[in-house]
């Protein structure tokens, strides 16, 4: 096993960093929200670039925030980055990719098709699996001759289910179309999709040729995200993806004993990797220490897998005082509590904390004297993890995709099947094993929930942004769709989910984030997303604050100037109500420890 050391800021790593000696052609970062993916994907492919190869940078996350990192504008084509000779970066932008899909599956339909026929399919190929496939056929293309003429091709994930989700994709629709060339589906006409098969196939040999492909695993020195990461790697051994490295980020050490703060932080980190998977302590493994920079900009990244000395960095004093005017989560689960019932969405970037809060939340209701019910739309879910017991009052469930398919599927044959013969019953069942019927049940699960609103609280635990945003616009498309059949007929008396997420009284958008540059902006950019469609954030939480926990460790010391900016920048009007948790140095998991978040002060 080779590592790097995982030194305070002051100390110099002892070996370089595994990955990027003798580095495939293909490098697939992946991992749990807020681990640092971007940053080390963006960090590797920048070194890469400055040792004189040609390196380009792609981005399958919708909710990408390489352009801030960068400096450079995301375009769904490789774009040269300014200082960097030698890199390009691109994104897939998941609505491009859908409409470039359609477009080719239209004109595969041949001059023949009437309009009738090429509205039919381009309405078939306007949900969101569409979009999905069209993101990995992009990145599928990559993998192959489309991007021949790069040394190196580095992949920044989506956080891992979504990610899991993709790469699952190739076998699902290779499986679903083996001997199948009549009919339709959400992705266009089954002879058409058979273009797509080799191309599937070709992407997923590259993937798991170890000659070509490393997967890094990135994580943080902490339990749920070393647990995702086992339980990732368990799945990319299942697609045959087995050459695995472990990277752990942000790995700190105190420089001051005498700090309780700085010291839980550190024991809290070493007792994860102390406890890891042996699965996980059998991968070749790589130890990125904390920096005290922000990795925006072409110096820092250039910094952070660097064993040079860190760049310098000024450190002003900041106190914590200087947040005492943020009310705690305890406030916000009051303000909730002043309602008989409603509907409570936490959304936010991967890895801000979303589960912590909204299991928080759920309990400071319940300790108010409301009935709960906590569930979750987010592929990685645990839930029953951060928990760890029941409460009276407080249901838990999960939105299981699988689940929910098959309950979609035996809702559909037994509403269909009586009028059919045997062979038009077998027809409907394959057609319902298409892995679009996922999408279709999700949302009827997410509607479903929605509406328990009515009578009850409702706190629902979101997927990461992107993929939350795939669901939403799944709601808006079926809003738009019951809009045009009820046109006429009793129009005003339909309530579908979109019009409850718009309603403020009904539903209350929590977003969290965490006191850094990065989680911030894109929790701004998400709060525009929510307000095109007419659905206003209530209130925003910064999670982990240090600042609030008070430290005088010069390490972390050097990061509360940037934590303070982020604070200000909040204040100033992005946030209309803003709650923090301080950094805690007993982990809020169990339902003694989330339930002291939000112990009522009255």
Request: proline letters at 5%; one cysteine or more; glycine letters at 8%.
């Amino acid at each position: 096993m080779d590592t790097t050391a995982s030194g305070s800021e002051n100390s110099q790593c002892d070996s370089p960093i595994g990955f990027l000696v003798k580095p495939t052609r293909h490098l697939f970062f992946t991992g749990k929200g807020g681990v640092g993916k971007t940053s080390l994907s963006t960090a590797t492919a920048l070194t890469l670039a400055d040792a004189g190869q040609k390196v380009l940078l792609v981005s399958t996350d919708a909710a990408s925030n390489l352009d801030e990192m960068l400096g450079v504008a995301l375009r769904n084509r490789p774009t040269p980055v300014p200082g960097a000779p030698g890199l390009w970066v691109l994104n897939i932008d998941p609505d491009n990719a859908a409409e470039a899909y359609r477009q080719r599956v239209v004109a595969q339909m041949g001059a023949a098709a009437s309009e009738t026929e090429r509205a039919t399919v381009r309405e078939q190929l306007s949900g969101a699996c569409t979009t999905e496939i069209a993101s990995f056929d992009e990145f599928a293309s990559l993998l192959s001759d489309d991007a021949e003429h790069f040394d190196h091709i580095v992949f920044d994930t989506a956080p891992t289910g979504h990610t899991l989700r993709l790469l699952s994709l190739p076998k699902a629709w290779s499986g679903f179309l083996a001997g199948n060339d009549r009919g339709a589906s959400c992705l266009g006409p089954h002879s058409g999709l058979k273009i797509q098969e080799e191309r599937f196939k070709a992407a997923l040999q590259a993937l798991s040729d170890p000659a070509l492909t490393t997967v890094v695993l990135v994580t943080r020195a902490d339990k749920g995200a070393i647990t995702e990461a086992a339980r990732t790697s368990e799945e990319l051994h299942a697609l045959g993806l087995n050459n695995q490295r472990l990277a752990i980020n942000g790995v700190f050490h105190a420089s001051d004993r005498s700090d309780a703060v700085a010291c839980a932080i550190e024991d809290l980190g070493q007792l994860a990797l102390n406890e890891m998977p042996q699965s996980l302590k059998r991968l070749p493994q790589d130890q990125v220490p904390l920096r005290a920079f922000d990795t925006v900009g072409l110096p820092a990244l250039r910094a952070l897998l660097s064993s040079a000395a860190p760049i310098a960095t000024a450190v002003p004093s900041v106190s914590a005082s200087q947040i005492s005017f943020v009310q705690g989560l305890a406030a916000l689960a009051d303000e909730l509590a002043t309602a008989d019932h409603g509907l409570i969405m936490v959304m936010g970037k991967g890895g801000v904390g979303k589960t912590t809060v909204a299991a928080a939340l759920a309990l400071g209701l319940v300790q108010r004297g409301k009935t709960v019910h906590l569930s979750t739309t987010d592929p990685a879910a645990h839930l029953a993890v951060t928990l760890e017991g029941e409460v009276p009052g407080l249901r838990v469930s999960r939105i299981d995709p699988q689940v929910e398919t098959q309950r979609y599927i035996d809702k559909i044959m037994a509403a269909k099947s009586p009028g059919l013969d045997a062979q038009e019953q077998a027809l409907l069942l394959e057609d319902l094993h298409s892995p679009c019927t996922e999408e279709v049940a999700v949302f009827h699960a997410f509607s479903r929930i929605v509406s328990e609103g009515r009578s009850a609280f409702v706190v629902l635990d979101t997927a990461p942004t992107g993929h939350s945003m795939l669901l939403m616009d799944a709601t808006g498309a079926y809003h738009r769709q019951m809009v045009r059949e009820f046109e006429g007929h009793g129009a005003g008396r339909m309530v579908t989910p979109l019009m409850r997420l718009q309603d403020a009284a009904y539903t209350k958008i929590i977003l969290v984030t965490l006191p850094e540059v990065t989680p911030v902006s894109q929790a701004a950019a998400l709060q525009e997303d929510l307000r095109r469609a007419n659905v206003e954030p209530y209130a925003w939480v910064l999670n982990k604050s240090v600042l609030a926990a008070g430290t005088h460790d010069p390490l972390l010391a050097a990061r509360l100037v940037s934590e303070h900016k982020q604070i200000e920048r909040l204040s100033a009007g992005l946030a209309q109500r803003l709650f923090t948790l301080p950094w805690l140095t007993v982990p809020p998991i169990g339902l003694v420890e989330l339930s002291k978040l939000v112990l009522t002060a009255i």
